[in-house]
């Protein structure tokens, strides 16, 4: 059974930075597509980040790129997203989802963490 567990959410102050991570168990990340979501109050889900483990190839959304990295460390099978110069919009639940075939920052993944709640604030 594939679990993912995010962590490492918070609050923050603007200009601020976390870690999330993501927790895979069920699953062999070597091999899999793993992505960042997130949703603030009020609006659609949106992809923030995502990694092809097969080729190590990232994409980020733009309004996160030069802000935010994403990274894994296969022996914890964990996929982290780093997190800095925090703003405001940047506040809302954070999602991690797996998929073995698909990619990209659109919803098109089979597994889906939790969440993580995101609070950037003065």
């Known amino acids: 059974q594939v679990q993912l567990v995010e962590s490492g959410g918070g609050l923050v102050q603007p200009g601020g930075s976390l870690r999330l991570s993501c927790a895979a168990s069920?699953?062999?990340?070597?091999?899999?597509?793993v992505a960042w979501f997130r949703q603030a109050p009020g609006k659609e889900r949106e992809g923030v980040s995502c990694?092809?483990?097969?080729?190590?190839?990232?994409y980020f959304a733009d309004s996160v790129r030069g802000r935010f990295t994403i990274y894994s460390d296969m022996a914890k099978n964990t996929v982290y997203l780093e997190m800095s110069n925090l703003k405001p919009e940047d506040t809302g639940v954070y999602y991690c989802a797996a998929d073995f075939r698909h990619g990209g920052l659109a919803l098109v993944y089979d597994y889906w963490g939790r969440g993580t709640q995101v609070t950037v604030s003065s």
């Open positions: 990694i092809f483990h097969r080729d190590g190839t990232t």
């Open positions: 069920g699953l062999l990340l070597d091999y899999w597509n």
